[in-house]
């Protein structure tokens, strides 16, 4: 697994080949892609790459999925005993991006394929558990009685305990 650190709009963001990264807002339509200008670090399992200030001859390119609006985020301001309340606040825009590739410009090389789970064999299921279930449900039935009388609601409605004034005399 390649890893990357890469700079966009003056922060620092650990790229990972075919994760995502919410970055700030670019000028880049949905689906397009590009590389970034910045790589700052490149490793590969045990094999580091640092840059002086950048590594030289490793590209890094994202495509651009989504343009979202991060949480909103409230300030504050309050004095007290100075009627001092200001109440503001914001969302920022970020650019979600996939990280397609990492590696040298040119590089061909086979894409790691997660392997899929094993087929799991289907046990044969027999009709007899649910004859068993219409059974006990009819058995059930049997046992109950046919019909109730409904229910009829009082009205008369609860009152209230008395309060009794005790005065001293």
Sequence with gaps: MRIAIVESGGKQYRAVEGSTIDVDR?????????????VLLMTEDDVF?????????IVVSATVVDHIKGPKVISFKYRPKKRIRVKGGHRHFYTRLMIDFIGKAGEERKAEKKEAPAKVEKAEVTEEPKVEKQAKAA???????????????????????????????
């Design 26 to 38: 670019l000028a880049h339509e949905v689906g397009k892609k590009f590389d970034f200008e910045r």
């Design 49 to 57: 790459m640092v840059g002086t200030p950048t590594v030289s001859d």
């Design 139 to 169: 058995k059930e039935a049997d046992k109950k009685p046919a019909k109730k009388a409904p229910a009829t609601k009082s009205t008369a409605t609860k009152s209230a305990p008395k309060k009794t004034d005790s005065k001293k005399k």
